[in-house]
């Protein structure tokens, strides 16, 4: 604290100045004047200087709240998420983000995120799940981004607490004579393969075989698409599953290698006489390739590659198997599904199967195995009334 001696024609008073750091690092200067400099002024100024600051310092921390709190839920959502995705993979980001568009798209886009209450939210994700009857998965998933954007929202002071928030649920409802279609139509029968892959050699010969090398491994899509040659073992017959196919979400940029869904996912696959001979074919027909589109194709060392040598776009499987005319709706999961039932048909063993095709949950696994050997079941009854002494 400093003192300075001030004189007008009131007569002699003196100013007391002192400046104070705030927790923030913000600097103020406070002043005040009193008629006195003995000892018991200077104790009154400096705790009046005191009093002056804390004042002054909360009415900024308090206009610092204010401004915080003017913050839109989509500006929110989109801070969050520019901090949240270098934690994370980007085949991963790339499929939040989707996510996180949906939740942003309950509220206008100047809707500020402390106006936000639990209890639109909560309707919001109700109507989603069980008006708009989107499966309980998404919702939940979306339901799961929304909680992590308020936790954040409430550390950084946008919003008081995220408890009303954190405590929204989803109750399962009884699933739709869709959703239970759906469900049963997750894998193949072999008979039901055999037709598909004939449909599909009519549209695209190389995404037929690469699918019938997925029901012939498990394999993800992603891992297919991410298989070089130097990930193949002609001696063991078998193949070393180590990264996936990422697609970009820049126009015009084809993907690259990424890490696997989860540790479950690094493993070796052993591969049947059809698995080995559908590799021969793309060796050989890639290397057609190569001499003959020399002015479009580069060798890259990928398996399932399209005219240019990058491994085929995620984007044209999809296209052609949602044009096939089949009752079914197929999709490359289906092949991978259909490889679990063709092992449960085989009697191998949960672990084995799971071991197989890199499940980390047993969830998708159990629900296709407990299928496939229920209808096992039901099979060896049939047969047995059909037995007459």
Not at 117 to 123: H, I, N
Not at 156 to 181: H, M, N, Q
Not at 194 to 208: E, F, M, N, Y
Request: some cysteine; overall charge positive; charged content about 25%.
């Amino acid at each position: 604290m400093w003192i300075e001696k001030v004189t007008n024609s009131k007569g002699t008073r003196y100013k007391y100045r002192e400046r104070f750091t705030a927790d923030n690092g913000k600097i103020f200067t406070v002043s005040v004047t009193l008629n006195s400099k003995s000892a018991h002024a200077k104790k009154a100024a400096a705790d009046m200087l005191r009093e002056k600051f804390f004042k002054k310092s909360g009415q900024l921390e308090k206009a610092a709240r204010e401004a915080a709190r003017a913050i839109t839920f989509h500006a929110l959502c989109d801070e969050w998420f520019d901090m949240h995705r270098q934690t994370i993979k980007e085949s991963t980001a790339y499929t939040e983000r989707r996510q996180l568009n949906k939740v942003k798209a309950a509220t206008a886009p100047g809707f500020l995120a402390a106006d936000l209450t639990a209890d639109f939210m909560a309707r919001y994700f109700a109507g989603q799940y069980y008006e708009q009857k989107i499966s309980y998965s998404y919702a939940a998933s979306q339901l799961a981004i929304f909680k992590q954007v308020m936790k954040y929202a409430a550390r950084k002071g946008y919003i008081d607490t995220a408890a009303p928030f954190v405590e929204i649920k989803l109750k399962r409802r009884p699933a739709t004579p869709e959703e239970l279609a759906k469900k049963e139509n997750k894998f193949l029968s072999r008979d039901e393969l055999r037709d598909v892959l004939a449909l599909l050699r009519q549209k695209s010969p190389r995404i037929a075989l690469a699918m019938e090398f997925i029901a012939h491994t498990g394999l993800r899509c992603g891992e297919l698409l991410a298989l070089r040659w130097q990930d193949v073992d002609t001696k063991k017959n078998s193949i070393n599953v180590n990264a996936t196919w990422v697609r970009t979400v820049k126009t015009g940029q084809p993907g690259k290698r990424g890490t696997p869904k989860n540790i479950s996912s690094y493993r070796d696959v052993q591969l049947d006489a059809r698995a080995m001979k559908i590799l021969q074919w793309f060796k050989a027909d890639n290397a057609r390739l190569r001499l003959w589109k020399h002015g479009t194709y580069t060798e890259r060392g990928y398996i399932f590659v399209s005219k240019t040598g990058f491994p085929m776009p995620i984007i044209l499987i999809n296209s052609v198997l949602a044009k096939l005319d089949y009752p079914k709706h197929i999709t490359t999961h289906v092949f991978r599904h259909t490889h679990v039932s063709l092992l449960a048909e085989m009697g191998v063993p949960l672990k084995a199967i799971m071991q197989r095709v890199g499940h980390h949950n047993p969830g998708t696994t159990l629900n296709i195995y407990t299928h496939v050997t229920t209808t096992m079941q039901d099979e060896v009854i049939k047969k047995l009334d059909a037995i007459s002494i």
